[in-house]
């Protein structure tokens, strides 16, 4: 099926290269001159309430429900940011919007600092994104020169003015408390919640934190409508699109913007091309690497958030990662393990301390020293970090290897017993992960 | 504090561009990792001497810049290569066969992970998913994306830059 594009349309047009030309020319700042005129802030994030916009980045928020928590009296500085860190393994379609439409994302920023009444806004974007960075920058200063940015935004006395913040290398940086850290120039630690950054955010001011796809869509639900919107998708609870990025073992991996709600299968097999060399589907992960695997016989699950959550995984960042037969588990759970135990910020114990423990036991049974006990050791330590860290990394680290020795604990016990892996032998091309 | 240290300082441009971060904050240490990146940009790394500068500038002491600057994997204390390459070594890009390439690399240049080649040219290290995972196997040049690599790509990349041509910043897909 095709589908049409919403944000995706632009960069989707021949010939179009994301100047604000090219931008205003294709209808682009006509929603933020629209709300201006007609939506005082407050019913600019009721709009936004009733599109059901749930955000991008990984937790799935409604986003306006989390712009109204700010406190209403418009006496007290409040900040936007925008979470451009993309650093989820398996996705990479925030870079693609950033490098491809910058001026979507910075209309969306106008929208949303209007509505919470910011006057500054900052986007945290990934060190590793030094192209991505000077499109940006780029973007932002024509916007200011054409009046779109500054004191007086359009003559409207509104205020808005956004700033660059290039990230370092961290991807704990992406988790939203952490990256107030980062701006104000600490060690990007994540604080403890509550207080939650709604009330005490940035420079310890109420903050609204949101991604970049979840931003791009507002232009649109303020031109169209929440009608519009909520037509879109299968789910009254998961309206809109949503950019999935498809990689791993797919004919076509890439950025595919779809209804929020088509088949895992339709996605693989219709967007993607299908698997390489008409191999069969061992896993996937639906969601970017804090996501639970899924087997073949989930293949059917709507991509939307409720249905993600029923089969035990989530949708998360939309990073789609698909594995065929010959895939080892185990290899694919330690790699995901490393980059955990790489990332974790030391904060807290049960994820500083665990996250090497896993990575041992791991490396030990990919390496045929396996023992008997270290799968339920496994477990064990898994169990001692889920639900008792500051932030969510802790669950999301534990997630590969959870739900690998769950689908595929006959792979684990394989490598214990015969100190060897099961998955084929993949031949020199296409060598990765299936291959010892 | 090593008392031979050098009086070290950021360009005029620097210096302009640093004026004009400070404005966008309303607290000075704020300016921290833009500070930080832009020295790495003209220094090629954060010496002791430039981590002092830069606490002077932005009125810290030097512990909380330095706690920062171990904090970022993007930061170096010590001088890299003229290039700087950053292979992904996550989930997409292992299917697609980033240990080959690996491999390849570690041969041609004769070095290991974190090593740099006895010319000075070039650093190898491996890095944690670079949002290229479409485009695997994916690999960073001094912040520019090249992707899609094969053995033939990769050996097409390092003598050009032997050559002398400069990684160029291209979009996703494009390089
Ligand atoms: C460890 C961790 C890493 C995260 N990384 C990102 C990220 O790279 N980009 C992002 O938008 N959100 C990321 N998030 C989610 C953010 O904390 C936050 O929920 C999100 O930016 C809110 O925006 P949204 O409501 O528009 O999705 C991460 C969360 C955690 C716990
Ligand atoms: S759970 Fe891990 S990443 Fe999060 S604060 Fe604790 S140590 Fe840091
Ligand atoms: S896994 Fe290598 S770029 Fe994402």
Known sequence: ?436 | MNPETKKVEFSEKAQKEIREILTHYPDKRSAMLPVLNLAQAEFGHISEDVMVMIADLLDLTPPKVYEVLTFYTLLNEKPVGKYLIQLCRTLSCALAGSENILGHLKQRLGIGIGETTPDGLFTLKTVECLASCGTAPAMQVNGAFYENLTRGKVDKILDDLKRGAQPVLKPMGEN
């Open chain 1, 1 to 436: 099926m095709k589908y049409e594009k919403v944000l995706h349309k632009n960069l989707e047009t021949p010939g179009y290269a994301g100047s604000l030309a090219d931008y205003e020319r294709l209808g682009g700042y006509l929603a933020i001159r629209k709300a201006l005129k007609e939506y005082a802030p407050a019913q600019l994030i009721d709009l936004v309430k009733r599109s059901g916009l749930r955000g991008r980045g990984g937790a799935g928020f409604p986003a306006g429900m989390k712009w109204d928590f700010l406190p209403k009296d418009p006496a007290i500085t409040r900040y936007l940011c925008c979470n451009a860190d993309e650093s989820e393994p398996g996705t990479f379609k925030d870079r693609q919007l950033i490098e491809r439409d910058p001026h979507q994302l910075i209309e969306g920023m106008m929208l949303a600092a209007y509505a919470i009444g910011a006057r500054v806004g900052y986007i945290y974007i990934r060190g590793e994104f030094v192209y991505g960075a000077q499109v940006l920058q780029r973007a932002l200063t024509e916007a200011t020169r054409a009046g779109y940015l500054g004191k007086n935004i359009l003559g409207s006395r509104t205020e808005i003015d956004l700033h660059l913040h290039r990230g370092a290398g961290a991807y704990i940086c992406g988790e939203e408390t952490a990256l107030l850290e980062s701006i104000e120039g600490k060690r990007g630690l994540p604080r403890t919640k509550p207080p939650f950054p709604a009330i005490h955010g940035l420079y310890g001011k109420p903050t609204v934190i949101n991604n970049v796809e979840t931003l791009s869509n507002l232009p649109h639900i303020v031109n169209r409508g929440v009608e519009w919107f909520i037509s879109i998708g299968s789910s009254p609870k998961s309206p809109g699109t949503r950019i999935f990025s498809v990689s791993g073992h797919v004919n076509r991996p890439g950025n595919y913007e779809v209804p929020m709600g088509i088949p895992l299968r339709e996605l693989i097999y219709e967007q993607a091309g299908g698997v390489r060399n008409n191999k069969r589907i061992k896993a996937v992960i639906p969601g970017g690497a804090s996501a639970a695997f899924l087997t073949e016989s989930s293949l059917d699950v709507k991509m939307d958030f409720e249905a993600i959550a029923q089969v035990g995984s989530m949708l998360g960042s939309g990073g789609v990662t698909v594995m065929d037969e010959d895939t080892c588990m185990v290899r694919a759970a330690l790699n995901l393990m490393e980059f955990f135990a790489h990332e974790t910020c030391g904060k807290c114990s049960p994820c500083r301390e665990g996250s090497s423990w896993l990575v041992q036991i791991m490396r030990r049974i990919e390496h045929g020293h396996g023992r008997a006990e270290d799968l339920d050791q496994l477990v064990r330590i898994c169990n001692n970090i889920g639900g008792k860290t500051v932030c969510a990394f802790g669950d999301a680290e534990i997630a590969p290897i959870l739900s690998t020795l769950k689908h595929w604990r006959s792979e684990y016990e394989y490598h214990v017993k015969e100190k060897r892996c099961m998955a084929g032998d993949r031949g020199e091309e296409l060598v990765g992960i299936g291959r010892h």
